[in-house]
Structure formats: C-alpha cells, structure tokens
C-alpha cells in the first residue's frame, strides 16, 4: 500500500474530508495537546488502523469464529491477549471492547444482575460517566452508591468510603478516575472489598500507560478481580479497551462482551493494540512513562510558581486540575477557550464540591502524556506553565494572546507529531 498515492487519491475522491484531514493534521502539529486523556498514538498504529483487517468480520474468538478466513484475526488476537496479559501480569484479557464504556458495561453486565449495588467514585469528583451517573443506561440498569473525594487535600477518605461499603454492602467497589491527580491506595480498596465480600474492579483508563511502563501501582498486583483501561491515552494505542481479570472471571467477561454487549470485533484495532502492547513492554516506553511523571511534576512547579492554585495541591500522575475561579477569576469553560486561541487544548473540569455546572465549570484539566510523546522535557513544561498562566490573566488582549500563539509554534515546531 503506498500511502502518499492513496493521499493523492483521497484528495481527488473527497476533497472536502481531505481538507478537514490535512487542517486536523496541521492543527495537531501546530498546537499541543494537553488533555490528559488524549495523546499521539505510536506511529504505526496510524497504517494497522487503515489495513485489511478494517474489512474483515471476525465475530467469536480465537479458534471460536462465526465466519471463515479467521487464520490472520486469530493469530493477532491471541498475540494481543498474551501480550496484554505478560505486561500487565493478568491470568486473562479481553481485547475487543470497541472502547471504554463498552469495555465497563460489559464487566457490570458480566458480573452482576440489575439492580446490583456498586460502589464508585462520584462523576463531580473525578469518577466517570460509566461508573454510575446518572445520566448513564449503567446508572439506570445498577444501583450506584458514590463515594467523594473528602480526604486531606482532596484526596480519597478511605474510612467513610469503608463505612459505607460496610452499610451498603456493594457487590462491586470500583476505583479509578477522569480527573483524580492522586494516586489510589489499591491494597486499601482491596482490603475494604474482602471485608465486605465485594468484587473489586480498577478503571485505570487514564493510567494504563503509567502502570504498563512500571511508574504506577498496579492493581493487579493487589488481588484486583478486574481490571480495565482503554488503549488510546497514556498508552498510546488506538482507541479502544481492554479487560484484564483473574482466570476465574474469564467466561463471564468474555461472554459479556461478545455476544453480550457487542458484535464484531474491530480487527484492524485489535491489530493495533497488538503493536501497542508491544510497544508498552519496552525500555524506551518505560522512559516515556518516567517522563510523563517527571514533566507533570514540572507543569504543575511551574503553575504554582505563577500563583495558579491546583486541586489537591498539586499531582502524583501524569493529570491536573486547575481552580480557575481561585486563580482567574473565570470559568474553566472561559479558560478553554481563551487557550484554544493560542493553540493549547484543553478541557474544562467540574472540580469536587464547586457550585457550576458542567459547561461551565470552575477547572481546566491538564496533562502530560501527548507533550512527553513530542519528546518534550522539564524546559518546555515551564514555558507551557507560564503561557498558560499568562494568557489566562490577560483576558482578550490581543497583543499578549499573539505572542504566547506564536510562543506555541516556536515551540511545537521543535517537536514534530508521531508520525505525522
Ligand atoms: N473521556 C475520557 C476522559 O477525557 O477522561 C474518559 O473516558
């Protein structure tokens, strides 16, 4: 496959998606990225998601398919499971869930019934969408308890979140996060879960990458019956998910992604998350992942050192959040925008307990997984911080808001995209 002539060829075939596609290309170049759970894939993850396996149906599993020609799907399944299984010490995983909800619902639907009590962490205080919203179709089939974010400098209380387990007796405690900058005691979770007779699952989407390159906990390691992660953030995958768990739920979790909750398997994914995993077992990716937390350290440093104040004080991970009321005077919505203008994307963040809603709420959420994958350093963070802080404080000047626009490209220019 060449792919400069199928470039050419798009570019006469669909003009219109061509040109949204190079503008997106030079809009990533150009700008950083700083949401924490976006980041650049490994380069070659870009052509096994544009290969011959997008065409291919591949319902069932290794040696268990609906459908013939299964010889090529079968062998990068089961080389994707072995790998995701050896780095991340699983008895078992699962590599179809198309994404992350998916990848959670069917461990719910998997391992309960509805109506089920779970314990989780509350969506305003870091939690996810998935772990029990109400807006979610899981807040409605499962009954969510929450748990908040009431310990010192915001973190965890891991006594009420005990007294709670004890009162409602949950058949599943999960921990993991969107927007939580602290590390989570999972030994703590796991011992709160066997005194209750609970199953224990870790959502560790964000941190997938950070746990595969042996920088953070892993809650596998801790007894953890499950564990999930999407392969698409710190990981550096295509968007996708993954469920590792102990051998004794393997049936029940593989069940209840297919042909509980999905179809197909989308092989060209499964191909990429191959790579990935491959990818993640390496020394280089243990650097990358060192440096994610050495430059988050140095990102938040540097927002402190300019007065801006951060959720918990500051970060144990490679996320941050940011008080924009305390430290702006405006909204995180506000924030986003006004950092849109100088090519640094961001995103807006309820922070725990703060009045606003979430279009317009008090935080901006930052990280350091795609600046790291740029090959950016503990230098390039200050002058991230700086610009930040001062482009928030300069409101709608313009004169300030095009020095820091042509800051960024100075700087991005230095450290070309992944693969593009
Ligand atoms: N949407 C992801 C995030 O931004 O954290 C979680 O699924």
């Known amino acids: 496959m060449n792919l400069n002539q199928l470039r050419d060829d798009l570019s006469h075939s669909d003009p219109e998606i061509f040109a949204a596609l190079v503008r997106e290309e030079t809009r990533q170049r150009a700008g950083l990225e700083l949401v924490p759970s976006e980041n650049y894939c490994f380069p070659e993850v870009l052509p096994l998601l544009g290969s011959a396996f997008t065409n291919k149906y591949a319902e069932g599993y290794p040696g268990r398919r609906y459908y013939g020609g299964q010889e090529n799907t079968d062998e990068i ?22 994404s992350g909800s998916p990848m959670n619902q069917a461990v719910y639907l ?14 305003s205080h870091g939690g996810h969408l998935t772990h029990g919203a109400p807006v979610s179709h899981m807040g409605r089939i499962f009954r969510f308890v929450r748990y908040k974010t009431a310990g010192p400098e915001g973190g965890i209380d891991y006594a009420p979140l005990a007294d709670t387990a004890r009162q409602e007796r949950p058949k599943l405690i999960v ?51 499950v564990m999930t992660t999407t392969t698409h953030k710190s990981l550096r995958g295509p968007r996708g998910g993954l469920i590792l768990c102990k051998a004794k739920h393997a049936k029940a979790i593989d069940a209840s992604v297919f042909p509980g909750l999905q179809g197909g398997p989308h092989m060209n994914q499964v191909a990429a998350t191959a790579l990935t995993l491959k990818r993640a077992a390496s020394d280089s990716f243990k650097s990358y992942a060192r440096q994610v937390l050495v430059n988050a350290q140095a990102l938040a440093q540097a927002l402190r050192d300019h007065q801006v104040t951060l959720v918990t004080g500051g970060t144990e991970n490679h996320l941050m959040v940011l008080d924009t009321v305390t430290s702006f005077d405006m909204d995180g919505a506000t924030a986003q925008r006004l950092l849109d203008r100088v090519a640094l994307t961001t995103n807006k963040q309820v922070i725990p307990d703060a009045p606003n809603p979430p279009m317009r709420p008090s935080g901006l959420r930052l990280g350091t997984p795609a600046p790291t994958a740029r090959g950016m350093g503990v230098a390039e963070m200050a002058i991230v911080g700086r610009l930040i802080a001062t482009v928030l404080r300069s409101g709608e000047n313009s004169d300030i808001v095009e020095r820091a626009r042509r800051e960024v490209e100075a700087l991005t220019s230095r450290f070309p995209v992944p693969g593009l």
């Open 77 to 98: 399944e089961l080389l994707a499971r072995a790998r995701a299984t050896a780095l991340f010490r699983a008895e078992h995983a699962n590599v179809q869930p198309l």
């Open 175 to 225: 921990c993991g996060h969107s927007s939580y900058p602290r590390e989570v005691n999972y030994a703590t979770f796991q011992a709160i879960a066997d005194e209750v007779g609970a199953l224990t699952m870790a959502d560790v989407s964000h941190v997938g990458g950070l746990i595969a390159g042996g920088v953070l906990d892993n809650p596998l390691d801790h007894g953890f019956d």
């Open 110 to 123: 998997g391992l309960l019934n509805p109506g089920d009590t779970i314990l989780a962490m509350d969506l």
